[in-house]
């Protein structure tokens, strides 16, 4: 029988270190650790490879291990559980590190937005759909089965590119803004760009609006993002004019046009990286990744600052903690596969092909 949670979660840290370095060591080869920069400290060094979403999905597709212990969120896991061999187990430590913004679009308000629009007009031939990788496996699967695909902030502006030589129109999900900031860098004008609300019927539009516009942005957000606000970086470039903005594109359109940089977290972690020494920097992203660019560059003269004055951690990334890391590892080494991720086969084929679609057109 597996050890249950329950008794992990009175151990403390150090305790929790030593087990998963002792579980690491048994399991060898046989397991990876993937872990997206939103992890906090005790969970990152554990790691065997980090990045954003698009580097840990192409880590996921090469690996060789047994088990994939997916230190992020639970959409993260899908996709590693996708694009890996079927006899490789995905893992995610902590079954409710969901992802808000995921949950504003599913395949039910999705079909109904998709049939909406039929009624308009020929969506199928018409229509794009694009979901950001921040979403369920089955909306994927929708992607797929609609000749749409999936992106990431890394490659939007590719995948959009792509999109448009196949349909005149696209209907992002489920983030606006990365859609909106994406689009307008392309040269898409705003008011080309309409919001889809899902709460309410044909999405809030008239026909005219649907009609009009290129790109249809479901009105999802990113509350860890959102948080940041265009008058905080006036603010701090008032006391610190020399300071340059590095925003990730799911912060609103405002944010993202008074930065200097817009990119996914490996893009910010490696533009401040490649930076010259003595340079100040407004960071528009989780935490938790800014705080360790902070301790990471300051040796070089590098200050790293954080752009809210309030706290913004993705309460569901926090959830992958050492507690769980140590639970999982040590029912591997005892035998117990527990908190796999697994997606059945029909929807996980039709989510493989609008993946493979980003895979191709991925810089
Ligand atoms: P990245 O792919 O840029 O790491 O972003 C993932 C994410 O969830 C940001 O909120
Ligand atoms: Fe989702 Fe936002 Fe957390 Fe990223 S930071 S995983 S978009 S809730």
Not at 55 to 78: P, T, W
Not at 180 to 196: C, I, K, Q
Not at 310 to 324: A, L, Y
Request: aromatic share 8%.
């Amino acid at each position: 029988m597996s050890a249950a949670i329950q008794a992990y979660t009175l151990l403390d840290d150090d305790d929790c270190e030593s087990r998963i370095l002792r579980a690491r060591e048994a399991l060898g080869e046989r397991l990876v650790i993937l872990g997206h920069h939103y992890q906090r400290d005790e969970v990152f060094k554990h790691a065997d490879f980090t990045g954003d979403s698009l580097k840990l999905s192409r880590q996921a597709a090469s690996s060789n291990a047994d088990y994939i212990v997916f230190c992020g969120v639970h959409f993260m896991a899908e996709v590693a559980d996708i694009l890996s061999r079927p006899e490789q187990v995905s893992i995610l430590p902590d079954m409710s590190a969901g992802c808000a913004m995921a949950d504003m679009a599913n395949l039910q308000n999705v079909e109904r937005a998709w049939q909406e629009l039929s009624e308009v007009l020929d969506a199928e031939e018409m229509i794009t759909p694009v979901t950001y990788i921040n979403s369920a496996a089955d909306l994927k699967g929708f992607c797929g089965e609609h000749g749409g695909i999936v992106c990431t902030s890394t490659n939007a502006r590719h995948v959009l590119e792509w999109s448009f030589k196949q349909k005149e129109k696209v209907l992002f999900f489920p983030d606006q803004h990365l859609g909106r900031n994406t689009g307008y860098a392309m040269g898409v004008p705003l008011h080309e760009m309409v919001v889809w609300d899902y709460d309410k019927p044909r999405g809030g539009l008239s026909a005219a609006q649907i009609k009009k516009a290129k790109i249809i942005l479901w009105k999802g957000f990113c509350s860890v993002h959102q948080m940041f606000q265009p008058e905080q970086i006036d603010n701090f470039k008032r006391k610190y004019p020399e300071t340059k903005i590095i925003s990730h594109p799911e912060s609103s359109f405002e944010v993202c046009q008074k930065s200097d940089y817009v990119g996914s977290t490996e893009y910010i972690i490696n533009t401040i990286a490649e930076a010259e020494a003595d340079t100040r920097w407004l960071v528009a992203t989780e935490l938790n990744l800014v705080n360790r660019l902070h301790e990471k560059f300051k040796h070089e003269g590098k200050n790293v600052h954080f752009m809210s004055p309030s706290v913004c951690m993705c309460s569901t990334m926090f959830r992958i903690d050492p507690q769980h890391m140590a639970w999982v590892l040590e029912n591997l080494v005892d035998g117990h596969v527990v908190n796999q991720i697994s997606v059945p086969a029909d929807v996980a084929e039709q989510a493989r092909l609008a993946l493979s679609r980003m895979l191709d057109v991925s810089p």
